[in-house]
């Protein structure tokens, strides 16, 4: 009944019911109101929650790319740079006289008592131990000391087992090149007679360094160019600290020459006259002597 009443009330449009409608329109206007501007809020938060929820995924999405990107610059740089590498040690294999062999370095041993590396090439390629051992420019970081099937050690110059006979270009005096467990190498025994100065290149001087010993090295090789001369007025020795031409702490690829001939050291008081095997005549019998006549 009381349903029945409200509608027939709503749909009554005489004048008393019409304004009583309105009354109530205006007494119900601001509750409504109300209950519409809290249900946009609601709507609003929900709205914003989900905005902030797709700006976050936006922005991890806009990071993990960001990051790809410059793993993919990196990678491209560390390409660009061993292609460089690659590329000058080519020009130097070419411009050598000798056979030689690529290899890349996969070791390194850096202690108080040693500087040394490991190649990835060994007796299967040719290695053997001796073999001089170049940087990217050409210049010479070490030789061979030990050597495996398919790997080899290099001790490098700036190890204080390393001696090699070093010669200043422009003064053409040789020394005795040491190895100090630092990136500066030590020339010693360079006569006082000589001069010096900084920034001389030196070469290895590639002849006999004494006790029947020759010279490992092929004459010629790039060492380093000197940063400080030590001398005393009343010495007949100087000497000199070298800076190495290779850095011998970033070394990634090196070459190794596998067929230097190392020149063979006469013994003391051995002749030095070459001999001479005397020929058979043409009318000589077999068995008869070919020893010369004496001379009246």
């Known amino acids: 009944m ?25 007494a119900l206007t601001p509750i409504q109101t109300a209950l519409m501007d809290s249900t946009r809020s609601v709507t609003s938060v929900f709205s914003t929650i989900t905005q902030i929820e797709q700006l976050r995924q936006e922005n991890e999405a806009l990071q993990t790319r960001v990051q790809q990107l410059l793993e993919e610059e990196q990678r491209v740089e560390s390409v660009r740079i061993q292609n460089e590498q690659l590329t000058t040690l080519l020009g130097v294999k070419s411009s050598l006289d000798y056979d030689t062999s690529a290899a890349t370095v996969i070791g390194r041993q850096s202690s108080p008592e040693e500087r040394i590396i490991v190649i990835d090439r060994g007796a299967n390629d040719g290695i053997v131990e001796g073999d001089p051992v170049l940087g990217g420019e050409g ?39 040491h190895g100090r467990l630092t990136s500066i190498l030590s020339m010693t025994n360079i006569p006082s007679t000589e001069t010096l100065a ?53 070394l990634e690829y090196v070459l190794v020459i596998t067929n230097f001939e190392r020149p063979t050291v006469p013994s003391p008081g051995a002749s030095t006259s070459p001999s001479i095997t005397p ?8 068995g008869a002597s070919h020893s010369p006549s004496p001379t009246p």
Do not use: H, W
């Open 139 to 177: 210049a010479l970081v070490g030789a061979i000391t030990e050597v495996d099937p398919t790997s080899s050690i290099c001790t490098l110059l700036t190890d204080t087992r390393s001696v090699v006979i070093g010669l200043i270009e422009s003064s053409r005096a040789s020394g005795e090149v």
């Open 279 to 286: 020929q058979p005549s043409g009318n000589a019998e077999p």
């Open 198 to 250: 900084v920034g001389d290149r030196v070469v290895t001087a590639g002849i006999d360094i004494g006790a029947d010993i020759s010279s490992p090295f092929p004459p010629g090789l790039l060492i380093g160019n000197v940063v400080e001369v030590e001398s005393l007025a009343s010495a007949i020795v100087q000497s000199a600290l070298i800076d190495p031409a290779a850095d011998m702490e970033k």
């Open 2 to 26: 009381v349903a029945l009443c409200l509608l027939l009330l709503g749909a009554s449009k005489t004048a008393p019911m019409v304004d009583f409608r309105k009354g109530i329109n205006y």
